[in-house]
């Protein structure tokens, strides 16, 4: 039985305009789910009709195979971390964390014993007779962290917490989250457009696009193997490149045209792709999968350098060519200039193909 | 330097202008009737005109009807506009029409209002009545009222009210422990205003009531007879009358300052 479950859910604003539309999700006992996509693709409209602050006009939405579609936000033991944190401003952090406690008749002694264990957690101690507003972001946001753990539900919502810290506190508590909840063991969507964050702390994520879901799995697998165009470019930064191309027969083997990207494919991929010969295709290619010297299974391309951002620890190039431009991912000692003509080596053992008018991936046979 | 001595010199120009008129009723109210019209600052000190308005005037009970009536009707109103701007705030109760009827409302002159108003409650017995004119300025000030409440509760994060839903309030709970403490300082300034509104108003209290139950801007107006304008006790009775407003709005200007900071509160 899922924690929770999704069975074609829908958001319809009225005049055709939907929030979410047909949406059908299982999220296992103490999963960490990702809702991953653009702005308006209806992520915290999923979280919070799951919450129940937002209607469900069609479809069934049950937590721990009790159907609460219909019941109000108090009688589905859900907790949500929201992206404005919304603390009660004028309550202590420990009336904060205490109120949901207090509305659900918690044992006084039983409210005290959590506080000061979620406190001692998320070293809010020194804080807990502050107000919010004598509070810096970081510490906000671990309130509302708080209030959510003390309450003890059987889920947890969480719509972009971190998005208000800046890049370095981000980083810790992307992972103080995922030892939180390797500790909690409880189920969790967690609302994010930050890849990073996807990749990093789910155990699946859902792509989402104009309300509905693109793709399911594991941040790998859907990393590996993205199910179509959308997700092959926003799982990833830069974007995967994308190259309209075709397969042709040629002697016994199958030959790749992709711009400047043209040749024989290795067997292995030969094999896999055999029936994308003669259709109109996109050839994609992940920046990190374009090596600087040349490799078995690697097709070599020309182009001239557009771009080069230096990161320290790795460079991203652009060269163009032939009216393409592909970014690659390369080490940091390759360090070309602007303008130089470049020899870059594809390597098609991590090569994509999706078809060029639904931008649906080809299956790899094999 | 020069242009704050130059800005400060025209800041104190301006106070003493708009004050000007208002200590001169100060100084007239203090100083013997004889001396009212007179050019000199203060001839005389004397509590004079005071005791007379209080002892020939039954002034006190002007004073007392008036607190009675306005304080009332800001009881009386203040539950029914945060009900109905919240409601307004947060749903689509009623619609567009409803708010703007609502509006529109206030945008009738009184007097179009005062004759019916007259008619009706004399049937009922409403007139020469406290109760009658509590119940006026309470359904006059209602909805204005209603319509700055509105805007302080829009002003309040929806997620705020979110949030104690999921903790395991009721709609109701979370507008009574979360979004009443959150917009309590604008439902405070609301209620000085809706106050001082109901202390001002002359043309209901005149119309609707009598000597017993006048209130202090109609018992003012009545020391102007026929033979003068007793200036001394009307200066006396103004500086009473101004009072409450000064406390009002002393109150306002701490109301206001955290009724409009208190979106920052994250
Ligand atoms: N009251 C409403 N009426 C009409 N459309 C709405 C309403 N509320 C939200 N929407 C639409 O629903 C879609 C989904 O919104 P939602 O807030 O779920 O997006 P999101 O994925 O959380 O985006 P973000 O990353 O920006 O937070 C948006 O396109 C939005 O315009
Ligand atoms: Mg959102």
């Known amino acids: 039985m899922p924690a929770i479950k999704l069975n074609n859910i829908s958001r319809d604003y009225g005049l ?10 299982d999220i296992e006992e103490g999963e960490f789910m990702v809702l991953l996509g653009p702005s308006g693709c209806g992520k915290s409209t999923t979280l919070r009709m799951i919450a129940g602050l937002e209607e469900t006009t069609s479809g069934e939405i049950s937590i721990a195979g009790r159907d609460v579609t219909r019941l109000a936000p108090r009688a589905r033991n859900v907790a949500v971390v929201f992206q404005s944190y919304a603390l009660y401003p004028h309550m202590s952090v420990r009336e904060n964390m205490r109120f949901g406690m207090k509305m659900r008749k918690t044992p006084r002694a039983e409210q005290e014993a959590r506080i000061a264990q979620a406190a001692e957690v998320l070293g809010l101690q020194a804080y807990l007779d502050r107000k919010p507003s004598a509070l810096s972001g970081g510490q906000r946001q671990r309130v509302a962290l708080g209030r959510a753990i003390v309450r003890e539900p059987d889920v947890f919502l969480m719509d972009e917490p971190l998005s208000n810290l800046d890049a370095k506190l981000r980083g810790e508590m992307r992972q103080e989250l995922v030892k939180l909840h390797r500790r909690v063991g409880k189920t969790t969507v967690f609302v994010t457009h930050d890849h990073v964050e996807a990749m990093t ?28 165009t959308f997700v092959a470019q926003f799982l990833a930064s830069p974007a995967m490149n994308l190259i309209p191309a075709e397969l042709t027969a040629s002697d016994g083997g199958i ?41 078995p299974g690697t097709l070599p391309f020309e182009g001239s350098v ?20 592909i970014a690659a991912r390369v080490d940091r000692h390759f360090l070309p200039k602007l303008g130089e003509t470049v020899t870059l080596h594809a390597d098609l053992a991590h090569m994509h193909l999706f078809d060029a008018a639904d931008g649906e991936a080809l299956v790899r046979e094999a | 330097m020069l242009r704050k001595v130059v800005s400060h010199v025209g800041l104190i120009l301006a106070v003493v202008i708009v004050l000007f008129p208002i200590l001169w009723v100060l100084r007239t109210s203090l100083v013997p009737a004889h001396d009212s019209y007179s050019t000199a ?37 203040m539950p029914l506009a945060a009900m109905t701007g919240y409601a307004f705030a947060r749903f689509r109760t009623g619609g567009r029409i409803a708010r703007f009827a609502t509006l529109a409302s206030q945008m009738l002159p009184p007097v179009a209002l005062a004759l019916p108003t007259f008619m009706l409650f004399r049937t009922l017995g409403l007139t020469n009545s406290l109760l009658g004119l509590t119940i006026v300025y309470a359904a006059i000030n209602l909805p204005f009222l209603i319509w700055i409440l509105m805007g302080f509760f829009e002003s309040i994060p929806e997620d705020l009210e979110g949030a104690a839903m999921t903790d395991g309030a009721t709609r109701w709970g979370a507008f009574w422990r979360v979004v009443l403490p959150v917009a309590a300082p604008g439902i405070m300034a609301a209620a000085v205003l809706g106050f001082i509104l109901s202390w001002n108003e002359f043309l209901f209290a005149l119309i609707l009531n009598g000597s ?31 009072l409450p ?21 994250k």
């Open chain 1, 255 to 295: 030959a790749l045209g992709a711009g400047p990207i043209a040749g024989p494919l290795p067997a292995r991929e030969a094999a896999a792709y055999r029936a994308g010969v003669g259709r109109a295709l996109q050839f994609g290619l992940r920046a990190e999968d374009i090596a600087t010297e040349a490799k």
């Open chain 2, 245 to 265: 407003l000064m406390i009002a709005a002393k109150f306002i200007q701490k109301y206001l300052v955290e009724g409009l900071s208190f979106g920052s509160v």
């Open chain 1, 201 to 228: 702390m789910g155990d699946r994520i859902c792509i989402m696009r104009n309300g509905r879901i693109e793709q399911v799995g594991p941040p790998l697998e859907v990393y590996a193997r993205p199910r179509n």
């Open chain 2, 41 to 77: 600052i203060l001839p005389a000190v004397t509590l004079d005109n005071y005791r007379a308005l209080f002892a020939d005037k039954d002034f006190g009970r002007n004073y007392l009807n008036s607190l009675i009536v306005a304080g009332l009707s800001v009881v009386l109103t």
């Open chain 2, 212 to 242: 017993s139950t006048a209130t202090v801007p109609v018992a003012l107006a009545s020391l102007q007879t026929s033979n003068g304008v007793q200036i001394s006790n009307v200066a006396a009775g103004v500086s009473l009358a101004i």
């Open chain 1, 16 to 25: 055709g305009i939907f929030g979410v539309q047909d949406v059908s999700l």
């Open chain 1, 306 to 325: 557009t771009a080069v951002e230096a990161l320290g620890n790795e460079n991203l190039i652009a060269v163009e060519s032939g009216g393409h431009r």
